[in-house]
Each structure stands twice: as structure tokens, then as C-alpha cells.
């Protein structure tokens, strides 16, 4: 998140690799991480592109991402968009306007329990993240 923990934006790519046991498989994601300020404006801008250009149809993304903010607008804190339970690179949505390093930490506590990692922490060292899971 930025050389600051204070630093706040509208998304971030990020790497998660970790080894559940010892000598266990590795396990990597690289999620994107979506506020739901900048999910509302890409859902503007897919409207936008739509009207302009009648003969793209971006319907299925509008209604992905019309059904992301519906699920926010019924109290939903966080939302993982992702293809498969094997997806690699999901797109992990928060409620909040914008993402800080705590929001940040939140939204992957959240992505790794539903992979059933229930006891996860984080060490930030600098410039690195070090994510402990168990």
C-alpha cells in the first residue's frame, strides 16, 4: 500500500504465496484489490462506453458489476469476484470508499477464509508485506 500505512486508494494488485504446513504445497494468489469508490465509477464508465457504442455489448460486465453494488447496498462488507474456487487472480470488492493498508489487511483476511484460512495475521517489514497464515 504505498511507503505509507496512511496511503489511500482505489485499488491495488497484490501477491499472496504461502505454505500452509511445513513442506506443504505452496499456494499463490495475486488478487486485485476494488474499492467500491473506484467500482462505481468503472460501472459509469461501462454505462458510458455502452451508450456511446451500441454495438459493444458490455452487458455482462455492467450486470457484474450492477450485482457487486447490490450486494453492497444490503449491508455486504466485502465481495470476491472470482471465475472458479481455483482462481489465481480474483478480484476481492470492499464496501469502503477507499483502501488503506488496515482495509487492505481486511479484505485478504477475508479472501483467505473463504479458502479456509481462519487464523491469519500480517508483519508488515519494510517496503514488504510478510502475511502469516495457520
Known sequence: MGRD???????????VSFIREPGGMTYEFEPTLVSRARLAQDLIFEQ?????????DSSATIARLAKI?????????????SE?????????YTS?????????EK??????????L???GFQWIWPDVICSVG
Open 5 to 15: 500505512e496512511l496511503v489511500r486508494q482505489p485499488w491495488s494488485d497484490v501477491s
Open 48 to 56: 458510458e462506453y455502452q451508450r456511446k457504442h451500441p454495438e459493444a
Open 69 to 81: 453494488v447490490e450486494v453492497f447496498n444490503n449491508g455486504a462488507e466485502f465481495y470476491v469476484d
Open 84 to 92: 472458479s474456487p481455483e482462481d489465481r487472480i480474483p478480484e476481492i
Open 96 to 104: 469502503n470508499a477507499y483502501i488503506d493498508q488496515a482495509e487492505a
Open 107 to 116: 479484505m485478504l483476511v477475508h479472501f483467505l477464509r473463504t479458502k479456509g
Open 118 to 120: 481462519t487464523e491469519v
